[in-house]
């Protein structure tokens, strides 16, 4: 996956030399996904914010270790989602902490319009069909499509089997799937008939 390799790249640069190009670099990269997923645990933007801010010193205040992640896509979410949690805990705010009460926002589906020829109407479709998923099924399909993670790193990060985060895509595979269908249908109905 060349955006994990990247990302161990700046991480190896930062932790061998020190490299506060690269820290700031990994920061630009990865603040916004992070910060949204954040987002999704805490519910709060600010509180998003300090969280994946915090994430960000505690990484330069271990940088020396940054160099032995293998999977660093994989352990900057799980670094976020530990730091949320904890904010959780220690807040005592009743919050529901459990993956399914995560919230998510898709910045955009996955797909280049262009090079699948889709309509606008249907982008709209796939995104509405996307916003409708149940809670968690979302968040597997947000961390996978959008997030590059792979099966098995978002079982691990959710808590759950990489067989219902297999079962999880299934489900949003065959939701888009079938808004897909539905978009050609309507457009099959709308043409006018060719003559024989």
Not at 125 to 142: A, W
Request: glycine share 2%; net charge positive; hydrophobic share 40%.
């Amino acid at each position: 996956m060349p955006e994990n390799d990247k990302i161990k790249r700046l991480l190896s640069e930062i932790a061998v030399h020190d490299d506060q190009s690269a820290y700031k670099e990994l920061f630009l990269m990865m603040h916004g996904r992070l910060s949204s997923f954040a987002t999704s645990i805490l519910k709060s933007k600010y509180d998003a914010e300090e969280v994946v801010s915090d994430v960000f010193m505690r990484i330069w205040e271990k940088r020396v270790q940054l160099a032995q992640v293998e999977s660093p896509l994989f352990y900057l979410f799980t670094a976020v989602k530990n730091q949320s949690i904890n904010r959780l805990n220690s807040d005592k705010k009743n919050r529901q902490i459990s993956p399914e009460h995560w919230m998510v926002q898709l910045n955009s589906v996955y797909f280049n319009p262009e090079k699948l020829m889709m309509t606008a109407e249907m982008l709209k479709y796939i995104n509405n069909t996307i916003n409708t998923l149940p809670p968690k099924c979302r968040m597997v399909f947000k961390l996978i499509k959008e997030d590059g993670l792979r099966y098995k790193e978002v079982a691990e990060l959710l808590g759950i089997s990489v067989k219902t985060v297999e079962a999880q895509m299934a489900i949003a595979l065959r939701r888009i799937g079938k808004c897909m269908q539905l978009e050609v249908k309507e457009e099959e109905k709308t043409a006018p008939a060719k003559k024989s």
